[in-house]
Every structure is written in structure tokens, then in C-alpha cells.
């Protein structure tokens, strides 16, 4: 279940934020403090999760501490979709 | 004609208990700073810098977070006679050890006698100053408490309308080091003027989001206001930037009049804002939210007008402005009572003959005016040789005014290279049209990214520095992305790799490494093999050949 978030955001990334279609992003990859997802981009991934997943995260949440790789978001959107 | 500290001083006996701040931080509740309060915590400040000794006309540099101290220390500096400047405070994307040396480099250029910051960054901040440096103090904000304002001690009140009252730092990594030095008079003149342009009364309220030190948010969002006795609702870059909604809550909340936005601002507004955000919000009060410091698109307006016009946005709000740092802000402003100008031309007449024609069948280009010039400013489009051309001609923007630099701080040679027979020669390109002005590029290969100026030098070099990438052969330019509503960085990079993996690896430490020095995000970076950069016959890279085929690349491969 959760490889299946976790490549569903990489695709996402990849091909949205990124456009780099064929860019692969590892599940344990930095993705905001290797400046991959800028500030700018945050809130479409945020925008994504809760399109796809019916999962909020909130705007004080789109930061380093809450997650910083693909495995940490999976988590928190798994947690929140139990609820 | 007044000073600073006149003025402040005029609001503490008449305007006491005015709101002159409302202080929006994101988990806090909305914190009101009136006049007499802002002037407490700006008394604090000024002796903190009395007893460390800094004395009137010295430069006083603020690191610090939106916030109160923020506000606080710069008012405080004003009124002690001192010359604030404001320096970009670290973010978690930037390096610890490039912001040092930019802070070096800023200590060195400009010679400030003391630092305001946090306790716990004050260690850092001690790391970039030398043995010799100007800097006699750094002060932590936490060990300063407001006292009562007290004018008879204010040395800025002995300022006279000709001192440098405030450096304003252009952004960008080369520009850092050129600190606009403006005088008293200069900031008057220039509010006055583009007051009277905007019709200013006493029903206004500002709301802005953007940063202190950029020429938009500091005049625009913050002097502006406080020293006309016209309320601010002053949220952070940070907090809009997650959630973009806030704006227009405050805007909804407050009654906001008027607000300022760059061009991208618009487009992010109107993509990434959920209707849920925007239940019970009314946007009928705005009367003018003015796009400014990015090529401004006719696009981006339709989209935001689309986006929330029926949430009470008014028809003829969006407008134009044309501004720089040089000028202290506003050079032209778009006439509040119609829809900014759109012209439709001939792209070819435009792209070969620089001349701007109407369009009669062929291909066509739209662009939109940025609004007649202040009544204090006067401008010449002039040709290479400083011919003047005539009416929608395109050439280099030239300018003179009332509220000019005094110079660029400690930089006589930048100054004389800027200014020529009291001119200044902006470096963007523009054409005049039935008396407004159209502004169309740049001279130099400046890119503009969400309001903030990035030197494609800058980047190249910082790619030179990330191992597998050969030196020189590296190229960065900007891309404009219509979604966006902004330009976005493109770095091309010819690097030693055997396969497709290989060229990835390069490419992210490249994105990382670029990133972490410049706190620019970077959209595309491509490593290629040897000899795909073009370079002229002289051996420099030729950014826009460069620039013309990789968009070709991208266009063959379906991408664009």
C-alpha cells in the first residue's frame, strides 16, 4: 500500500513538478531539503494529496519537520485516511 | 519637506492610538501595533544602538524574521538618526556557509556599524564578521524591551531631507554587494507623487504579503503606509507562500483597498486557492491590486479575475505598475479608472525591426501597457547610442526624477556607470505608446523569477563548483512558463558521465548544490555530452542560441 502512494507521488513529481517524466525519485529521497519541491511547489503537492487521497495537510504542515521523503508523506497519508 | 523621523514624530502626537500595523504570523492571533506602540518598540531599539555607541548616518543592518522586531529595529534605527538596511534572513533551503559569505561580502561592500538579529543566530552572524570589520555591535532583539518614545532624544529628528535615510539591497547573489542609498526627499517626493497617482484617502487599507527587503514590499507595503497614517495588514512571504488564501481572507476581513503583487502572484492566487478557503470571502473592497517587478501578462489577470469574481472582485481593479529600487519605487502607474492598455502587434515587425506596429493578419503579439508616468518622473527611450527614439520604437528605458538614488552605497563605480548627466539608464527595454509605456525585456540576461532578479553568471558559476560538470560549459537562462505566470530557470550543463544514470546523478547534485547557494529553485537541469553548448566566436556562451535549441529539443521530443 504504501510503495503504491509512494510511486503514484514519485510519477507525480516527476512528471508535474519536475517535468522530468523519466526522473525516478527513491521513496527515501529528500525531496524538499535537496530543493527538489520548492516553496512554490508545495502546496500543489498538497493539492494532490488531498485530489487523490481525500487527505488534508495543512499549510503549517508543509515543511521539513512534518516530512522530508516520499516513505514520510506516504505515512502521514496513510495515518490520516485510517481516521 | 520632512524627514522620517518629522513625520513619525507628527503620528506619535496626533495619530497616538492609530493602528499602523496589523501583524498577521500563521498559528497566532492578528497582532494590532499602533503608532504610539511601534514608536515604544522603536525607542527601544534606538538606545539599545545610543549605548553601543552608533552614532546618527551609520549603517545599521537587520537580520530578522517577520515580525515585531523586525518592524521595531527599523523604526528604531530611523529614529536614532541611523541607515537601516535589511538582509534576507537564512531559509532552510539555503547553505548556512553561502549565507555567511554573502553576509561577509555585505559587511565588507557596505560597512555597517552594527547587526540586529536573534540570540540564536547571533553566533552565525559573529562567524561572518572580521578582525578590523566596521561592526562595533550586534544587538539580540530578545535583550531589547520597548520604553516610552521620547523625540527629544530622537538624532533623527537633526537628519536633514538630503541624508541617505535607508540602503535598499537589489536582490540577486551579484546584486547584493549594490546597496540603493535613499535620501529623505527622495522617499517623499516619490510618495507623494505616487500617492496623488493613486488618490490615496483615508478609507485605504494595505494588505501585503511580500518581503521587507525588496523594493515592492518595503515601500509599497510597508513605508508607504506607516508614514501616510494608512493602515497595513502585514502577513509573511513564508505564510502566503504555503497558503496563498490568506491574502484574500485578510483582504475580506479588513476591508483591504489596495495591494501590490508580482506577475506570478496572480497565477498562483488563481490555480492553487480551494473554494473551501474561500467561503464567506468578499473581495468588494479591493480598489486596485497592482501588478509590479515582473513582466506583467494580460493572461494572468483574466485567470485571477475569472478565478474570484464572484467573490465580489471587482471588474477594473487588476492594474500595472512599473518600478524600481533606482527611483525609490513607482516609475509609471496604469490609470486606476480603466482596464490597463492591451495592444495587439505584428510579432515580426517587433522581433526584426524593434518597431511596434498594429497587427494586419500575420502572426500578432499582446502586450499589455504599464500605465502613464508620475507626475515627477520623466522618460526617454533611447537607441545604442543614446539617440532618442520616437513613439513605439522599442529601446532602453532612461529616467529622471525627483526621487532618485543618492548613489549606490560605497560603490562610486557602480554609481558612475548608472548614472549619466543626472540619467539613469535602467537596462530594460520599453516603447512609448499614445503616453503610457510598454515595457517588452531587458538588456542583460537578467532573469526574473517570482519578482526577484537572478544572474545567469551567478548560476554557471555555481555549477562549476559540482563535481563531473566541465568548467565553462555550463548555461542558464530563463524560461517563461505561461501556467505560471513566471519565468523559470533552465541550467544545461555538459558533465562526464558514460549513460542516462550517470547524467541523473549529475544533474540532481547540480540541482542541489545551485539551490542550496542561491535559495533559487531550478525546473530544468539537463547534463548533456561535449560540445552541445554554443558558444560565440569569441568563446562566450551565447545564452540564447542556447536557449533556442534546447526549447527545440523540447518540442521534437513532444515535450512543449
Not at chain 1, 508543509?62 to 521523503?69: A, Q
Not at chain 2, 499602533?34 to 553601543?52: D, E, K, R, V
Not at chain 2, 561577509?104 to 570589520?133: C, M, S, W
Not at chain 2, 503610457?436 to 548560476?459: C, M
Amino acid at each position: 500500500m504504501t510503495k503504491e502512494i509512494t510511486d503514484t507521488l514519485a510519477k507525480h513529481i516527476a512528471e508535474k513538478i519536475l517535468k522530468q517524466p523519466a526522473r525516478i525519485i527513491g521513496a527515501e529521497d529528500a525531496i524538499i531539503s535537496s530543493g527538489l519541491v520548492d516553496s512554490f511547489s508545495l502546496v500543489d503537492l498538497a493539492l494532490f494529496v488531498e485530489d487523490t487521497y481525500g487527505v488534508r495537510i495543512e499549510d503549517s504542515e508543509l515543511n521539513v519537520s512534518t516530512f522530508d521523503n516520499l516513505n514520510q508523506l506516504a505515512g502521514l497519508i496513510e495515518a490520516r485516511r485510517q481516521k | 519637506m520632512t524627514t522620517f523621523s518629522a513625520r513619525l514624530n507628527l503620528h506619535l502626537e496626533r495619530i497616538p492610538d492609530q493602528v499602523a500595523v496589523i501583524l498577521q504570523v500563521s498559528g497566532r492571533d492578528d497582532l494590532p501595533i499602533t503608532y504610539s506602540q511601534l514608536l515604544a518598540g522603536a525607542q527601544g531599539f534606538a538606545n539599545a544602538l545610543g549605548s553601543s555607541g552608533i552614532r546618527s548616518s551609520e549603517v545599521v543592518i537587520l537580520i530578522l524574521q517577520h515580525g515585531p522586531g523586525l518592524i521595531h529595529s527599523y523604526f528604531g534605527a530611523v529614529i536614532h538618526g541611523a541607515i537601516p538596511s535589511i538582509m534576507p534572513f537564512l531559509t532552510e533551503k539555503l547553505s548556512p556557509e553561502r549565507y555567511r559569505a554573502d553576509l561577509t561580502a555585505l559587511i565588507h561592500v557596505t560597512r555597517p556599524a552594527a547587526i540586529v538579529t536573534y540570540a540564536e543566530f547571533e553566533q552565525e552572524v559573529r562567524a561572518a564578521v572580521k578582525d578590523g570589520d566596521s561592526v562595533r555591535a550586534v544587538i539580540c532583539m530578545e535583550d531589547v524591551s520597548p520604553e516610552v518614545p521620547d523625540p527629544s532624544r530622537w538624532g533623527g529628528l537633526k537628519c536633514t531631507p538630503e541624508n541617505t535615510v535607508l540602503l535598499q539591497h537589489s536582490s540577486g547573489t551579484t546584486g547584493l554587494q549594490k546597496g540603493v542609498a535613499l535620501s529623505h526627499r527622495a522617499v517623499f517626493n516619490q510618495l507623494d507623487a505616487y500617492g496623488q497617482t493613486l488618490e490615496l484617502n483615508k478609507n485605504d487599507v494595505i494588505v501585503s504579503w511580500l518581503p521587507l527587503y525588496h523594493d515592492m514590499g518595503l515601500i509599497a507595503g510597508f513605508l508607504l503606509p506607516v508614514l501616510f497614517g494608512i493602515p497595513l495588514v502585514l502577513m509573511s512571504p513564508f505564510d502566503w507562500v504555503r497558503a496563498p488564501y490568506r491574502l484574500l481572507q485578510s483582504v475580506s476581513k479588513y476591508r483591504g483597498t489596495l495591494s501590490w503583487l508580482p506577475n506570478f502572484a496572480y497565477n498562483f492566487c488563481a490555480r492553487k486557492i480551494r473554494d473551501r478557503h474561500l467561503e464567506g470571502v468578499d473581495l468588494s473592497s479591493w480598489r486596485a491590486v497592482i501588478n509590479c517587478s515582473e513582466p506583467v501578462r494580460p493572461e494572468s489577470h483574466q485567470a485571477f479575475n475569472q478565478r474570484f469574481k464572484d467573490y465580489g472582485l471587482r471588474e477594473g481593479v487588476l492594474h500595472t505598475c512599473y518600478a524600481m529600487a533606482e527611483n525609490v519605487f513607482a516609475v509609471t502607474q496604469s490609470d486606476l479608472n480603466n482596464n490597463p492598455r492591451v495592444e495587439l502587434i505584428d510579432r515580426e515587425a517587433f522581433m526584426r525591426d524593434r518597431i511596434v506596429r498594429d497587427v494586419n493578419g500575420g502572426s500578432s503579439l499582446k502586450v499589455m501597457s504599464s500605465g502613464r508616468l508620475l507626475p515627477n518622473v520623466q522618460i526617454q527611450i533611447v537607441d545604442e547610442n543614446g539617440h532618442v527614439l520616437p513613439e513605439r520604437v522599442v529601446g532602453e528605458i532612461k529616467l529622471q526624477s525627483n526621487c532618485m538614488l543618492n548613489e549606490y552605497y560605497n560603490r562610486p563605480d557602480a554609481t558612475e556607470k548608472a548614472l549619466v548627466d543626472g540619467w539613469y539608464l535602467t537596462g530594460d527595454f520599453g516603447y512609448f505608446s499614445g503616453g503610457e509605456l510598454f515595457v517588452s525585456g531587458r538588456k542583460k540576461d537578467v532573469i526574473i523569477v517570482g519578482g526577484r532578479n537572478v544572474y545567469p553568471q551567478d548560476l554557471e558559476m555555481l555549477t562549476y563548483e559540482v563535481p563531473g560538470v566541465h568548467a565553462g560549459r555550463s548555461v542558464a537562462f530563463g524560461m517563461f512558463d505561461e501556467e505560471q505566470g513566471t519565468e523559470e530557470v533552465v541550467i544545461i550543463a555538459e558533465g562526464d558521465a558514460e549513460d542516462e544514470m550517470g547524467r541523473q546523478k549529475i544533474a540532481d547534485a547540480i540541482r542541489q548544490y545551485v539551490t542550496t547557494n542561491s535559495a533559487i529553485a531550478l525546473r530544468y537541469v539537463k547534463v548533456v555530452g561535449p560540445k552541445w553548448i554554443v558558444k560565440t566566436s569569441s568563446g562566450k556562451t551565447a545564452r540564447s542560441a542556447n536557449k533556442e535549441k534546447f526549447l527545440n529539443e523540447l518540442k521534437n521530443n513532444g515535450h512543449l
